[in-house]
């Protein structure tokens, strides 16, 4: 083969390979817009969908370098919101819990009970330590338990904790009943020997994270959400124009990915073509 076709052949190979690097290199994937998206929320922003007050509580960006040293930026945020949901709580046997600023004792009896009882939990401590002529712990003698109270001549006297400490208050509620209980009309939904469960429907504040081009459902619709930049939440219910969007990025990925495969294949026919070149001719 003569060099001067070899170089005339190479240095076409080696201008179709830098054409396409060039286009290569310099190409971008386009960036996807939403014209007209049902929501641009900036962090703090409150919006409706279906009946419901959403908040955007929070959109947050983060950079962090991959393996081989480029950086990638993470977008999120949150979305918060309040909803009647049905809500249930469950008190065991023997705990403590609070009834109209008051500690009570749940108290359960019997294998198959359908009812329970409220105790008031007497705070005997405060009630010993409040008293000046009573010592601050009580004491045991023959298997029972007394205050000890000192009266005007001095005499220390035992005293029945029962005759001591007044009466808790009572309150006894069945499968059924109902009754307020932190700022809620619940209703006692069952009764079991362990526990009780509560059940009632009231507010309940609930939240969501949002990723980057993540599909998302607040009320009853479907979104598209979207960070253009670390300030911003588009929330866009267009389906059609988004996937449309991406198959016009992946094409041009395409694009970008045969660009570069003609580069490649031009360079290395170049160096074929001048290693055959250079080959001592038999005859």
């Excluded at 991959?66 to 249930?88: F, K, L, M, P, Y």
């Excluded at 198959?247 to 026919?269: F, H, M, N, P, Y």
Aim: charged content about 30%; aromatic content about 8%.
């Amino acid at each position: 083969m003569q060099r001067r076709a070899v170089a005339a052949y190479v240095a076409i190979f080696l201008l179709a390979a830098s054409v396409a690097g060039v286009l290569a290199v310099t190409a971008e994937s386009p960036e996807l817009t939403f014209e007209d998206p049902d929501f641009e929320l900036s962090e703090g922003d409150t919006f409706e969908v279906d009946g419901i007050e959403f908040t955007v509580a929070d959109i947050s960006e983060i950079e962090e370098e991959d393996d081989v040293g480029a950086i990638e930026i993470e977008r999120s945020g949150v979305v918060e919101w309040v909803e009647e949901t049905d809500q249930i709580e469950i008190w065991d046997n023997e705990a403590v819990v609070e009834v109209d600023d008051m500690d009570w004792i749940v108290h359960i009896e019997g294998e198959d009970p359908d009812e329970f009882t409220l105790i008031e939990d007497i705070d005997r401590q405060a009630i010993l330590e409040d008293d000046p002529d009573a010592a601050n712990e009580t004491v045991e003698s023959d298997g029972e338990e007394f205050v000890v109270v000192t009266d005007e001549d001095g005499n220390e006297e035992l005293v029945p904790v029962d005759d001591y400490f007044p009466e808790p208050e009572e309150r006894s509620y069945a499968e059924g009943d109902e009754f307020e209980y932190a700022g809620e009309m619940v209703t006692v939904e069952e009764v079991t020997e362990n526990d009780v469960t509560l059940a009632w429907t009231g507010p309940e504040e609930l939240s969501q994270d949002i990723t980057q081009e993540s599909e998302v459902t607040l009320g009853e619709t479907d979104f598209i959400a979207y960070f253009p930049d670390g300030e911003t939440l588009i929330l866009s219910s267009d389906f059609e124009a988004y996937e449309a969007q991406l198959a016009e990025v992946d094409r041009l990925d395409q694009q970008t990915e045969g660009l570069w495969r003609v580069a490649i294949i031009g360079v290395i026919s170049s160096l074929l073509l001048v290693s055959a070149a250079f080959i001592p001719s038999r005859y």
